[in-house]
């Protein structure tokens, strides 16, 4: 190992520390109901007027391109500092109302300011990618560590039960505070510590299987730390830091074994000096041409040599030959003739895809199928994370923060998994992320069937699995987006979809408001009572098995494109 590659490996963890920790306290919709209650008796506001609240908040991320646009032409500290303006701003004016200093706060300045908070999280996002394919050649590092995101229930559970208490942290207004004070903290000081670094293209494959290892055992942890007896008992300061360090640490060892492999290696080479060896034989000569996107250049390893060598005398007796190495921005190394067909093979698919405008994605009646498929998926799983707070308490259950460490638990799960699995099976088109999606979806529809049920167990259940289904949808999301309609267009393409979200919020949320108001009366009080979300429920599922069949149809109408 070099100097350069021991110091763009150690640089890459780094990086990865740093986007995977600002991810997951950047994780905001996952704590909205936790404080929703509190936000309705402070407004007096029905169950309506605060899901249009919640809907101007999903509005606020439409506005991503913003800060897509804006990273053209500003450097990336910039694009993280307007990010965290804008959240210090949407959340902090919030919470100073609701303390008492700020005094006359209307209705639809707390609507702009959910909004403002919306866009926020594009910026920071934006930010994070940045980083992440400045210093990665492979983009699944983006949609790994974007997975942490959904940790951010927990961390921020942990932190107001520190600061409160358990007991008095259930609509505390300390939710406000830290969402904004703790994102600026850990914002300012990753933009210091990168800003200090020059950019590596780090390509290596082999960071990634440890990576995704680290983060199953983080999620594993934590959820053995939210259900195991002996953690209830254990106080909420010592919590927040093991956590915090369970998620940073499991990072610093593939640095550290890289170091003192670096050192022995460096100690071996000054003891025992390597002596060159040079082969006389001259019988076997080679041309090695190395073709990186049209470019000359790159590095052949010894051992890639002799074992296309030796490949080559077993397959022909000519003992000059041409070895061609091919390498893309993902990856490099000798492509056989084997290899070169399967590039050429799903070459000749993408061919078959046209590149899809804005007007021609509208146009499309697979946009449709996707954007509903998203709408009655993930948007709906949303709604119903969004609603946990008042579901819970309809039902006499108080562990309102318990279900919302749940469903962040398991869709860190789900997200994690759906990553895992298409960076292992992409290479050999095992199967296309529209079938991933289809299948994904058939468990959603009977969860929202077993809330019907006035069973605890059923309503853990059903948590979980819609927190998992929708984490791992929502991880491959992007790039579902990408594979059906082209690359070109691609980051306007997905912001056109991401309008599912608020879309699906209006129209999902707006029933349960309904429903809900509806069967608490006019004195805007708590409804208590199973009846309170039972025929949401059944709607829910109705409109999630439609959802369900759309993805299958839109599989069957996408699977051409993935036949061998």
Request: charged letters at 15%; one cysteine or more.
């Amino acid at each position: 190992m070099t100097n350069s590659s021991y110091t763009s490996s150690q640089f890459s963890w780094i990086t990865v520390v740093c986007i995977t920790f600002l991810q997951a306290i950047n994780g905001t919709h996952s704590i909205s109901s936790t404080y929703s209650s509190l936000i309705e008796h402070h407004y007096n506001m029905s169950q309506v007027r605060l899901n249009y609240l919640i809907v101007a908040f999903d509005t606020g991320r439409l506005f991503g391109w913003f800060s897509s646009t804006a990273a053209e032409y500003l450097p990336m500290w910039m694009i993280l500092l307007i990010g965290l303006v804008l959240e210090l701003v949407g959340f902090g004016v919030q919470y100073l109302h609701l303390i008492g200093k700020v005094s006359y706060l209307s209705y639809w300045h707390v609507l702009l300011l959910n909004v403002v908070a919306g866009t926020s999280i594009c910026w920071i996002n934006t930010y994070c990618n940045l980083v992440a394919s400045r210093n990665f050649k492979d983009k699944t590092i983006i949609s790994l560590t974007s997975s942490y995101s959904a940790l951010g229930g927990k961390l921020y559970t942990l932190l107001v039960e520190g600061i409160t208490g358990k007991r008095d942290s259930q609509n505390s207004s300390i939710y406000l505070l830290i969402r904004c004070v703790v994102p600026t903290v850990v914002g300012l000081a990753v933009a210091l510590l990168l800003s200090c670094q020059k950019p590596i293209q780090f390509g290596e494959p082999d960071i990634y299987p440890a990576v995704f290892l680290i983060a199953i055992v983080t999620g594993a942890y934590a959820l053995i730390e939210s259900i195991a007896p002996p953690f209830k008992n254990m106080s909420p300061q010592l919590r927040i830091i093991i956590l915090v360090l369970v998620i940073v640490l499991p990072f610093a060892v593939p640095p550290a074994i890289n170091a003192s492999l670096f050192t022995l290696k460096k100690w071996s080479s000054q003891v025992m000096p390597e002596v060159s060896t040079m082969d006389s034989s001259s019988n076997s000569q080679r041309v090695i041409e190395i073709c990186c996107n049209g470019e000359k250049g790159g590095v052949i390893e010894k051992e890639q040599v002799e074992q296309a060598q030796e490949k080559n005398r077993d397959s022909s007796s000519n003992s000059q030959s041409i070895i061609e190495i091919c390498c893309n921005e993902e990856k490099g190394g000798i492509i056989e003739t084997e290899q070169i067909e399967q590039v050429q093979e799903k070459n000749r698919d993408v061919e078959v895809r046209d590149e899809h405008g804005v007007k021609d994605l509208l146009t499309s009646l697979d946009f449709w199928l996707f954007f509903w498929v998203n709408a009655c998926g993930i948007t709906l799983a949303m709604v119903y994370g969004n609603n946990l707070g008042r579901i819970s308490q309809s039902r006499g259950n108080k562990e309102v923060s318990f279900l919302q460490v749940l469903s962040s638990l398991f869709g860190f799960f789900g997200r994690v998994f759906s990553v895992t699995f298409d960076w292992y099976t992409r290479e050999r088109k095992l199967l296309s992320r529209s079938a991933l999606i289809a299948i994904i979806m058939i468990p959603m529809p009977a969860s929202f069937f077993l809330l019907t049920s006035d069973s605890s167990i059923c309503l853990y259940i059903s948590t979980s699995i819609l927190g998992a289904c929708s984490g791992a949808i929502a991880a491959i999301a992007s790039s579902t987006t990408s594979e059906l309609f082209g690359c070109q267009n691609a980051s306007i393409n997905q912001n056109i979809v991401l309008t599912s979200i608020p879309v699906g919020s209006l129209l999902f949320g707006h029933l349960a408001a309904l429903n809900y108001d509806r069967e608490r009366g006019s004195n805007y009080g708590e409804c208590t009572g199973f009846n309170c979300h039972e025929k949401t429920f059944i709607i829910w599922g109705i409109i999630c098995s439609m959802g369900t069949i759309l993805s299958s149809v839109l599989r069957l109408r996408t699977q051409k494109f993935h036949t061998n």
